[in-house]
């Protein structure tokens, strides 16, 4: 993918705690830090398409991710760029050449299961059975260890605030696998959607990037708490 035909991303920021004051068992005053959750209303081409609730850690990438993850682009070219303003809390992406079906696409939404209530568009459901591992993908146990101890070690919202979810991206070579990405929000969906987006700018330009030309060394995605279904490779 050229250089040229990346969207361009804005860098918005915004505080990912606030401090409130809480009332002890004691009756005592103080202040106690909390994940800042805040609303981020999606438009694509002037057009309404969502409000993701989030922490705002990496909010161009997460709008990226989603939009690839709900199937609604298809290489990331086709956006031209993404501009997120949080004193109004909007994202406005553009397109080059606008999203086809976009109202048939949006039309049907289906709500998840999970710790919290979600939904996607129906369209991605179409495609749930075709997504297929590589043959040779696998992680150690030792390796799976490291992970998880890698990202234990890390400063965390959570460790200073609780209450939200991480996904980490690392690249699994021969020896100790390598932190690329560490994503933290209120919904594992949102930290994913936003790994998903850094990969798409980063590795794998369009949706039908063939697993060969991903880097050597693979990739592996690890939602803490659920290990099981969560590390994948690619």
Same mark, same amino acid.
């Given at each position: 993918m050229q250089p040229s035909l990346l969207p361009h991303?804005?860098?918005?920021? *915004?505080?990912?705690?606030?401090?409130?004051? *809480?009332?002890?068992?004691?009756?005592?005053?103080?202040?106690?830090?909390?994940?800042?959750?805040?609303?981020?209303?999606?438009?694509?081409?002037?057009?309404?398409?969502?409000?993701?609730?989030t922490l705002g850690a990496h909010p161009e990438l997460l709008v990226?991710?989603?939009?690839?993850?709900?199937r609604l682009?298809?290489?990331?070219?086709?956006?031209?760029?993404?501009?997120?303003?949080?004193?109004?809390?909007?994202? *406005?992406?553009?397109?080059?050449?606008?999203?086809?079906?976009?109202?048939?696409?949006t039309a049907?939404?289906?709500?998840?299961?999970?710790?919290?209530?979600?939904?996607?568009?129906g369209g991605l459901m179409d495609e749930?059975?075709?997504?297929?591992?590589?043959?040779?993908a696998h992680?150690?146990?030792?390796?799976?260890y490291g992970l998880v101890n890698t990202i234990r070690l890390k400063e965390t919202t959570y460790k200073s605030a609780g209450s939200v979810h991480a996904c980490a991206l690392f690249a699994a070579g021969v020896g100790e696998p390598e932190m690329l990405l560490f994503v933290e929000d209120v919904g594992r969906h949102n930290a994913i959607d936003t790994i998903a987006g850094w990969m798409w700018v980063n590795i794998a330009p369009t949706l039908r990037t063939d697993v060969s030309s991903l880097p050597p060394e693979g990739a592996l995605r690890l939602r803490p708490g659920e290990a099981g279904s969560a590390a994948l490779a690619g």
């Open positions: 991303l804005t860098r918005a920021q *915004a505080p990912l705690t606030c401090e409130i004051d *809480a009332v002890n068992e004691y009756g005592e005053v103080q202040k106690v830090a909390i994940p800042a959750e805040r609303a981020l209303t999606v438009y694509v081409d002037k057009r309404e398409l969502v409000t993701l609730m990226l991710g989603y939009l690839r993850n709900q682009v298809r290489e990331v070219g086709d956006i031209e760029s993404i501009t997120v303003d949080w004193e109004v809390g909007a994202a *406005a992406v553009k397109t080059r050449h606008g999203i086809s079906d976009i109202e048939e696409k049907r939404r289906v709500v998840t299961t999970g710790c919290g209530q979600g939904s996607v568009f749930v059975d075709q997504i297929v591992l590589p043959p040779d992680i150690t146990q030792a390796q799976l």
